[in-house]
RNA sequence: GGCGGCGUGGCCGAGUGGUUCAGGCAGGGGCCUGCAAAGCCUCGUACGGCGGUUCGAUUCCGCCCGCCGCCUCCA
């Protein structure tokens, strides 16, 4: 049973499913107003691996996941570049999606639009407004929070502490200060849609509450995103869908963010670091082990040092997967059932167990570089059985995490071949110093260079 | 002011009331190897400070120190 921490409850809590054999997750996706960074890549990462975990257990799992591409920081962007705001979404929803194949993030399995929404939120605005939980200014339409009865629940917060510590200048035509806005009026050249409070677009809050709803239905899963959207955005976002007496997501899953120099890493700090440069100078994987190394709500450092570590690793995973010549079929479909005959029992319940307890995934992690000391171990010994149990078992379990190994030999040009050869010859003959000197010279090739009493072996360094 | 999190060995980073260890990286020693590489073995005796509970606390409680976050931009 796998137990996850519920933000609304504060507590580790069982799962509990609408359905026994289906997850409906909702994790809220990125602005597309510019590139990636290396927080969105955490979360994104994160909820894959929760996904993917719940699917390796034979669960099916209907994944949204939205692009916001519609909200101020696009316009002011598309002011900046002076395009229009429809060429922003677009060209960094593009970045966004190479960004996640690069992370190896499995496509949700709905990706909705805020644009091609705005009309089912103005229905939803006009119902809140016809209940009176909403109201009109002259720049708005706002939802009345006090109307809300446990407005604060995510916060944990009461609205009189929250109201108290207000950091940011107070509007005062607003009847509360935490009253936000559900439909913004346009000025002069921005995008518009049509509504019966003027032409328009629609706030932030509404968005996801909207999608969520219509794709998933009332009483879903789970509702995810990081640690920085429980308040406001997740508070308000249920504050909707209490005023309209609908359920809604019954567990809400937060993952900490990633820290620079002991600090949160965000764009308005400007602190951050671009998720594409990180990916292009290192192995790919490597970003997602470093996730998988600490636990999911805990803060992660992510710096040059431990990227280089996390790179090693990954080799370390990719030599077990070539010394026992282990296909890893990193298909997400894997489940615990097809694989009981692949790996060990044992290990498999004790993988279950780590991952089951709020995804535990650096105790998994752990397990899995155990299992291929393990596996080598009894490979050096002679056990050749058991030794392809563990090892298939620790790439099993880092499939199900979404770590790929390696398994494809490199391609050898015809020069490195024959300098292979003649240092296969040379070793044979005992002319060390000619085996020494082609060494050297596959590696400078780029070669790494092996001997075993196989013969020869080279793999790319 | 309100609410919450964190402080572990050279570095990163889990975990736990007590003899048996997280794991990764780096380092020392060894096995293997013509020499390497890979792999294996082995070593370093860590838990912010002060009290308390306890037969025993890094793990529970209290206080203190330090760091960080949220309280209508944010992944």
Redesign the pocket.
């Known amino acids: 049973m796998l137990k996850l921490h519920d933000t609304a409850t504060g507590t580790i809590k069982p799962l509990t499913l609408r359905r026994n054999d289906e997850v409906s997750m909702y994790v ?1 996706g ?2 597309v107003y510019g590139p990636p960074h290396l ?2 890549g ?2 994104a990462l994160s909820f894959d691996v929760l996904r993917r975990y719940i699917e390796f257990k034979g669960l099916r799992v209907i994944h949204v996941s939205n692009i916001t591409d519609i909200d101020d ?1 696009i316009i002011e962007r598309a002011g900046v570049e002076n395009v229009d705001c429809a060429t922003i979404a677009s060209t960094y929803e593009k970045t966004w999606w190479e960004s996640m194949d690069k992370l190896g993030v499995l496509r949700p399995t709905y990706v909705p639009h805020a644009v091609s929404y705005v009309e089912a939120m103005v229905n939803l605005i006009v119902k809140l407004f016809d209940l009176d939980v909403a109201y009109e200014l002259s720049d708005g339409i706002y939802l009345d929070v006090s109307k809300v009865s446990d407005y604060g629940l995510l ?3 009461d609205l009189a ?2 109201k ?5 200048e ?2 005062e035509n ?1 009847r509360s ?2 009253d ?1 806005v559900l439909w913004k009026l346009a000025k002069p050249g921005e995008p518009r849609w049509p509504s019966p409070f003027g032409n328009g677009r629609p706030g ?1 809050h509404t968005e996801c509450v909207v999608m969520s709803l219509d794709l998933l239905g009332d009483g879903f899963d789970i509702h995810g ?9 997740h508070e308000n976002e249920r504050a909707q869908a209490v005023a309209l007496n609908r359920v809604f997501a019954s567990h809400w899953v937060h993952n900490g ?3 620079v120099s ?7 700090l400007g602190n951050y670091t671009n998720l594409e440069e990180l990916l292009n100078s290192h192995d790919s994987r490597a970003y997602r082990l470093l996730v998988l ?3 999911y709500r ?4 992510v710096t040059k ?2 990227l280089s ?1 996390a790179d ?2 990954i080799k ?1 995973l990719d ?1 077990c997967a070539n ?1 026992f010549n282990l296909q890893n079929n990193c298909s997400p479909r894997l489940n615990t059932a097809m694989c009981s005959n692949s790996c060990d029992i044992t290990e498999l319940k004790k993988f279950e167990d780590a991952m089951d307890d709020d995804l ?1 995934t ?2 998994a ?2 397990q899995i ?2 299992l ?2 393990k596996a ?2 009894a ?2 010994n002679s056990d050749d059985s058991n030794a392809e149990l563990f090892a298939s078992s620790a790439l099993l379990f880092a499939n199900a995490l979404g770590l790929e190994a390696k398994t494809e030999s490199d391609s050898i040009d015809s020069f490195s071949e024959s300098l292979r050869l003649q240092r296969e010859e040379a ?1 044979k003959n005992k002319q ?1 110093d000619e ?2 000197r082609l060494r050297v010279e596959l590696e400078e090739l780029g070669w ?5 009493k196989d013969g020869t072996k080279l793999s790319k360094q």
Request: glycine share 4%.
């Open positions: 809220c990125p602005t927080g969105h955490r979360f920081k916060a944990h917060q502490s929250l108290s510590g207000a950091r940011v107070i509007d607003k200060p935490l936000f932030w995103g990081a640690q920085d959207l429980i308040f406001p955005h963010w990633v820290t002991g600090e949160k890493m965000s764009k308005s190394r600490s636990h805990s803060p992660i450092e040092e431990t570590e090693t690793a370390r030599r010394r535990d650096a105790r992690v752990a570089f155990d291929i000391n080598n171990l490979k050096d070793r060390f085996a020494d790494t260079v092996e001997d075993s």
